[in-house]
DNA sequence: AAAACGGGGGC
DNA sequence: GCCCCAGTTTT
């Protein structure tokens, strides 16, 4: 892909995205009435788990607390019944009591609005913070997950080994006026057609922006 | 029966 | 860099 691809590419995304669903953590996000915990909570659900899951786990958990001093009332047990669906449920648990207890004894129950800050939180790394910055604060970022890392570099938008490779590549190169929205395209796309083996090359209205870097099989 | 899944932490 | 966390869905 041509560096100036990148707007056709988008522009396409953005008129193809109706027939997909929208991604469910940006539902919850949108949901959560821009309250800054609920989001972090909710992408904290999200890590390394199915799209649905989440939204019912969060709608579970939030049910029975919503701010850090009530959710440190809740037993880890209640906690662990209440997001039992999504994965690595026991860590995540702990995580959320972490995360409450932190954000208590050092920001006064506030969620930070600065990436730097966001990943000192247990269980919150860049992918999580990016995206608590951007859909809670409205502040810029790039939240790569391994959908946006996977079909940038497929398109040869970049060249990146990591998905910490790609959000500081994607900082250079990316036009800051798609930071926010990038993710929340990639995803359903990724999820739905370019998805990581045996893509649908054949009824996908990219490929002339797409160099099909690392794509063996094809539907 | 495997592999894959919207990462992150501990070592 | 390697291994663990974990249930659900897809191949």
Known sequence: MRRDHIHAA??????????????????????SDRNPFLILISCLLSLRTKDKTTGE??????????TPAEMLTVPLKKIEQAIYPVG?????????????????????????DSIDE???LPGVGRKTANLVVTVGYGKPGICVDIHVH?????????KTETPEESEEALRKKLPEQYWITFNDLLVPFG???????????STCKLTAYCDRVGVTKSR
Do not use: M
């Open 150 to 158: 996977r079909i940038s570099n497929r398109w040869g938008y970049i």
């Open 88 to 112: 690595f449920y026991r860590t995540k648990a702990k995580s959320i009591h972490g995360i409450c207890r932190r954000l208590l004894d050092h920001y006064g129950g506030n969620v930070p």
């Open 57 to 66: 786990a969060s709608d579970r958990l939030f049910a029975l607390a919503q």
């Open 191 to 201: 999820q739905n057609l370019c998805q990581p083996v045996s893509p649908f090359c």
């Open 118 to 120: 966001l990943v000192t």
């Open 10 to 31: 988008i522009r396409i995304l953005q008129r193809e995205i109706r027939q997909w669903q929208e991604p469910v953590l940006g539902i919850v996000a949108r949901n």
